[in-house]
């Protein structure tokens, strides 16, 4: 959905300049008038001013709107609202979030070809991309891998052996780090969740892991090049790369950001106003990602 949005903003940004710049090379006349300047002498003034066809006076206003928000939308950021809870506890049904589309390089808002380099993936970065199985979805994980990284998950902890170009002084196979905090109130199908702080090489968050759930063993994987590991920071209710994968560096839409909002939606069927009507606003999660 939100790929066809962009190619509608392009199409519409195209019809509106093309309509008012052909009326303005081809069919614009000048008006000349007659102006008194005095007893013996009159001037010819040319006007420019003139009354515009309804379609092309509609083009003239709304083509600097529509060409703006695409350019806004396209190349600097991007609002998206979280659908699900993968990502709790970091960010939750009902947060709208921004994401900045230059962190990893422009990309033309239709075929999305990369032409211009502006930064590379960190470890630990929030990212929205295209989902590999389906690109028509946008999907938002945490990376946990680069490229040419050995990732391992067993006992719901991750081990990484970070790739080593060089082959010298390289870090070998490390345990991220896991605190516990105790039962958070993070909450799925009414069971309690556990809250830990993660520490990946060096990069703090907050995850959630569900007790009741069995471990989940990945067999050892490879980071392929020009492609990313991810995870949900909801541990075991987050549908990610333990399941279907890497994400191709063509894939990516940008980084998450900030939170510039976020609405609570805990109506029940029975009430007056429809479900997707907010209940109230958080306005505590507005703010920077972690």
């Known amino acids: 959905m939100a790929n066809y949005f962009s190619i509608f903003l392009v199409v519409i940004s195209l019809i509106t300049g093309l309509v008012w710049l052909v009326y303005a090379q081809f069919f614009s006349q000048k008006k000349t008038v007659t102006a008194d300047a005095g007893e013996t002498t009159r001037a010819s003034i040319d006007v420019t001013e003139e009354t515009l066809p309804p379609l092309v006076d509609f083009c003239k206003q709304m ?15 991007e609002p998206f609202q979280i659908p699900s809870g993968s990502m709790m506890p970091n960010l939750l049904v009902g947060d709208f979030i921004l994401v900045e589309k230059f962190s990893y390089g422009l990309r033309d808002p239709v075929w999305r070809s990369k032409f211009l380099e502006t930064g590379e993936v960190e470890r630990g970065d929030v990212i929205v991309f295209k989902f590999p199985q389906n690109p028509s979805q946008d999907f938002i994980k945490r990376v946990i891998g680069l490229p040419g990284d050995i990732i391992e998950y067993r006992n719901k902890q991750i081990f990484i052996t970070p790739y080593c170009e060089s082959g010298e002084n390289c870090q070998g196979r ?7 905090l105790g039962a958070g109130e993070y909450q799925i199908y009414g069971r309690p969740l556990s809250l830990f702080n993660e520490n990946l090489l060096g990069m703090e968050h907050q995850i959630l892991k569900d007790p009741s759930k069995p ?11 020009n492609s990313y590991f991810v995870m949900g920071d909801n541990r075991d209710h987050s549908s990610d790369g333990r399941s279907w994968g890497f994400v191709p560096e063509d894939n990516l839409v940008g ?20 479900t997707w009507f907010p209940t109230g606003v958080r306005f505590s999660r507005v703010g920077k990602l972690n």
Request: glycine content about 2%.
């Open 174 to 180: 490390q345990a991220v780090n896991l605190r516990s």
């Open 63 to 77: 083509f600097p709107i529509f060409f703006g928000v695409m350019i806004f939308r396209s190349f600097i950021y």
């Open 255 to 274: 980084k998450a950001v900030f939170i510039w909002i976020s609405f609570e939606f805990d109506r029940k069927p029975e009430d007056m106003l429809p």
């Open 215 to 225: 471990q989940l063993r990945m067999t050892r994987r490879v980071v392929p090049e």
